[in-house]
């Protein structure tokens, strides 16, 4: 079983960091029987002093500079911890790299949610890429190569001061070159508080109003991603925060490749996309490429946290990629999503939409309407 996941997180650095022809062979795996042609370096937290104080602190407003390196270089891993005292402290602490002294960021997003804790809360959970040991052990292994330079920072955005930031992170520093045409690591995240489901009149998702509804070309989902240039989409993780009653996953997801104004890709349902089935059963789970680590009643007020990375297929684009899922089915429901997109792609790509302010990212029901959810709003 070890051996199978090394050989699949292999191939997918080789295909995602070094791209190959069917002539040439991959050169990012690694073997373990032969010389590395890389340097392994660490950026960390440790006191310079020789100390113990092996952190940083962030106060309100501040920003922190956590890597700040040259390249050429690859960077492997990254491992966060932190104390703060103040209430969803992983929504108030945004995450931006940007690669080869670009100003836009190639990946901006609260800290808590590309590491998938989407609700602002800590739990275990462990896939191929992501994890999060022990609680609080922030962990990422995806390949982010860099041919200049690269620049992480962490920004509090929250009013209170970060006692404790703790991080390492891994590179390789390369002798040469990246290849020609390698693609960078992006990150996006996006959120709907709520996605604003076409009707509150509706019994159950069964109810004939809504469930006779047509949905062919996307039309108002809920959107992953959307990018433009030459790459790749790797998966994406999602929280949701209930608004109304019954199960929240009967919309499909839809990909949109190459400018293509109906769905390239068109899936079943939520659950089936994150490769679960049937409302995800009575429990959670978390597997190497999917699982539901939160899995909450349906009912108004539950919260789920689910994920898929498509290391056996990343989805491939040429020009562009809109990446979306509907909110119940042809997107009846209400409910509050919360996501972070991974892809690769060439430089430079779109810019972001804009982050929402620190108070609209913290989950909190609204007044939707429907079943569960007294208010009604339209």
């Not at 370096?41 to 956590?66: C, E």
């Not at 901006?108 to 022990?134: A, I, K, N, R």
């Not at 962990?139 to 041919?147: C, E, G, I, L, V």
Request: no cysteine; aromatic share 12%; hydrophobic share 35%.
């Amino acid at each position: 079983m070890h051996s199978l996941r090394l050989t699949l997180l292999s191939l997918f650095v080789a295909h995602a960091v070094l791209p190959t022809s069917p002539a040439q062979t991959p050169t990012a795996k690694v073997d373990l029987t032969q010389p590395q042609d890389y340097v392994l370096k660490r950026i960390s937290s440790f006191d310079r002093s020789g100390g113990n104080a092996d952190y940083r602190k962030i106060a309100a407003g501040q920003t922190l500079t956590v890597l700040d390196v040259d390249g050429p270089a690859t960077l492997t891993h990254i491992w966060i911890t932190l104390s703060s005292p103040e209430s969803y402290h992983l929504k108030k602490l945004v995450l931006r790299m940007y690669w080869d002294h670009e100003t836009s960021p190639s990946v901006e997003t609260p800290l808590g949610d590309f590491f998938g804790l989407g609700l602002g809360d800590y739990y275990v959970w462990e896939s191929e890429l992501l994890s999060v040991g022990h609680k609080r052990a922030l962990n990422s292994f995806f390949p982010m190569p860099f041919q200049k330079h690269a620049l992480i920072t962490v920004t509090n955005e929250g009013q209170e001061t970060v006692d404790a930031f703790y991080f390492n992170l891994d590179y390789r520093a390369l002798s040469h070159p990246l290849p020609q045409g390698t693609l960078y690591f992006h990150a996006q995240f996006r959120q709907a508080q709520p996605n604003h489901g076409w009707t509150s009149e509706w019994a159950n998702n069964g109810d004939p109003r809504v469930n006779d509804a047509k949905n062919l070309d996307g039309k108002d989902n809920y959107v992953w991603m959307e990018a433009t240039g030459q790459g790749h989409y790797v998966g994406v993780t999602m929280s949701i925060l209930q608004n109304q009653d019954y199960w929240w996953g009967e919309g499909d997801d839809m990909f949109f490749i190459d400018g293509d104004p109906h769905p390239s890709i068109t899936g079943t349902g939520s659950e089936d996309y994150f490769l679960g089935a049937y409302d995800f059963g009575e429990h959670s789970f978390s597997y190497r490429l999917f699982g539901a680590p939160v899995k909450g009643e349906e009912r108004a007020g539950s919260r789920s946290s689910v994920y898929r990375f498509h290391l056996d297929s990343p989805i491939t684009f040429t020009k562009s990629l809109r990446a979306t899922i509907e909110h119940g089915h042809a997107n009846h429901r209400s409910d509050n999503f919360y996501s972070v997109a991974y892809w690769y792609q060439t430089e430079p790509h779109a810019q972001f939409p804009a982050l929402p302010p620190v108070d609209q990212r913290l989950p909190r029901l609204q007044p939707v309407g429907g079943p569960g959810n007294a208010a009604q709003t339209r």
